[in-house]
């Protein structure tokens, strides 16, 4: 009996040994793929810092680390008097990006509802064609807007780039927004209306601040894909409404006959850095949105 007993705690602990060690071997398979994949999306982005602080002389060198260290490619970058307009470009980005969130949330939020809580006919056909929007290919309609805009006069103005730029980042927002309204319980609404709100009291004070990590995550995909956006900005601006993408393709450099690879590189330095702050300080806002409604 004590050697049966002896043989069934030696199998125990040997399983619970084999158990321990897929345990360990998975976890330092998980830690060593996200080292990798972090450094895979973040070398580029070291590297545009590294070239940023890189005298023009050593542009090219492929030491890995800082050297021959100056801020004279953010002068350039910012030097009016070689054709460089980048706090004006970051400006309009701004400016454009900030009213293309806007307009795209107040009527998202609306069509979203409207395609999660009501039912009428059509719906999954305005839903998949809003899903289709969103695939166009924005380089189709470069010339059709061209000749619009350029009939009436809007060429070079910022309802040339913010109209386009909503009909881009609407679809995101409207897609993005249904399918966390479509996993919010009715129970909740219908709570409210017992109460006595009324439908539009019932989405005010229910519904919206339930639907916050969603809808302030979906504004931040929209303000970034709106700042990111080039295509339009390039044909359709000037030189007064230029973006930060335009203007960065049209920089000058100190040295004639010669790509100023720094200068776009502190640049690109001064464009990012802004959105990764954001990112980092409303990262667990983002997770919420990202997730919500994953578990019902």
């Not at 090219?60 to 100056?70: A, K």
């Not at 103005?157 to 479509?182: K, R």
């Not at 000037?238 to 720094?262: K, L, W």
Request: with cysteine; net charge positive.
């Amino acid at each position: 009996m004590s050697t049966t007993i002896s043989t069934v705690n030696d199998h125990t602990a040997a399983a619970k040994s084999v158990a321990r060690r897929r345990e360990n071997w998975s976890s330092t398979r998980t830690y060593v793929s996200a080292a990798v994949i972090v450094i895979w999306c973040l070398l580029p982005f070291y590297w545009m810092i590294v070239t940023a602080f890189r005298d023009v002389g050593y542009t090219f060198d492929s030491t890995p680390f800082f050297t021959h260290v100056t801020w004279d490619n953010f002068k350039t970058a910012f030097s009016s008097q070689m054709g460089n307009h980048l706090d004006r470009a970051l400006l309009n980005s701004l400016f454009i990006s900030a009213v293309t969130t806007v307009v795209a949330l107040l009527f998202g939020v609306f069509a979203a509802y409207a395609l999660a809580r009501l039912k009428f006919r059509g719906k999954f056909i305005v839903l998949g064609v809003v899903l289709g929007a969103s695939m166009f290919p924005g380089v189709a309609i470069v010339t059709p807007l061209f000749q619009l805009f350029g009939n009436i006069g809007w060429i070079g103005t910022y309802q040339a780039m913010i109209i386009p730029n909503i009909s881009f980042v609407l679809p995101l927002t409207v897609y993005t927004l249904t399918s966390f309204f479509q996993e919010m319980p009715w129970e909740l609404e219908e709570a409210a209306r017992i109460d006595g709100c009324t439908q539009g009291q019932a989405f005010r004070k229910i519904i919206m601040p339930l639907a916050a990590p969603a809808v302030f995550t979906t504004a931040i995909l929209a303000f970034i894909a709106s700042w990111n956006e080039y295509l339009i900005a390039s044909i359709l601006s000037n030189d007064a409404t230029q973006t930060v993408t335009v203007a960065i393709a049209r920089f000058a450099g100190s040295e004639p006959h010669q790509e100023p690879y720094t200068a776009v590189m502190a640049a690109g330095t001064v464009v990012t850095i802004p959105l990764v702050i954001l990112v980092l300080i409303f990262q667990r806002k983002i997770v919420a949105g990202l997730t919500a409604g994953a578990v019902k």
